[in-house]
């Protein structure tokens, strides 16, 4: 059973930085055959991908490019979202999730290439 728990959520200031984790476990991809992922979301809006990674690299939208940064760590099972510069737009449920290739056909920051997901972690940017 594959889950997935994230952490590191919280309130910041404009312009503070937070580190999101999630702990993965149950996930067993295969060497390189992995697509791992970060969604936000808030009420009233679709999810949204901010950072995917395969083994092709990492992918971005556009508008977060340079102030989000995926990585993982597959000693400890785990999934990161680095994000600096944080503004007030950058509040939202935060999300990780795994799923398995092929991970670009649905587009690597679409929801359909994801099997599994985490609960959530609250970031909070106030002006």
């Known amino acids: 059973q594959v889950q997935l728990v994230e952490s590191g959520g919280g309130s910041v200031q404009t312009g503070g930085s937070l580190r999101l984790s999630c702990t993965v476990s149950?996930?067993?991809?295969?060497?390189?055959?992995?697509?791992m992922g970060w969604f936000r979301q808030v009420p009233g809006k679709e999810r949204e991908g901010v950072a995917g990674?395969?083994?092709?690299?990492?992918v971005y939208p556009a508008s977060l490019k340079g102030r989000f940064t995926i990585s993982r760590d597959d000693a400890k099972n785990s999934l990161y979202l680095e994000m600096n510069n944080l503004i007030p737009e950058d509040t939202a449920m935060y999300y990780c999730?795994?799923?398995?290739?092929?991970?670009?056909?649905?587009?690597?920051?679409?929801?359909?290439?994801?099997?599994?997901w985490g609960q959530g972690t609250q970031v909070t940017v106030s002006s």
């Open positions: 990674m395969d083994r092709y690299g990492d």
């Open positions: 999730a795994a799923g398995n290739p092929p991970c670009r056909a649905n587009g690597i920051l679409g929801e359909r290439t994801y099997a599994y």
């Open positions: 149950g996930y067993t991809p295969g060497t390189g055959n992995y697509c």
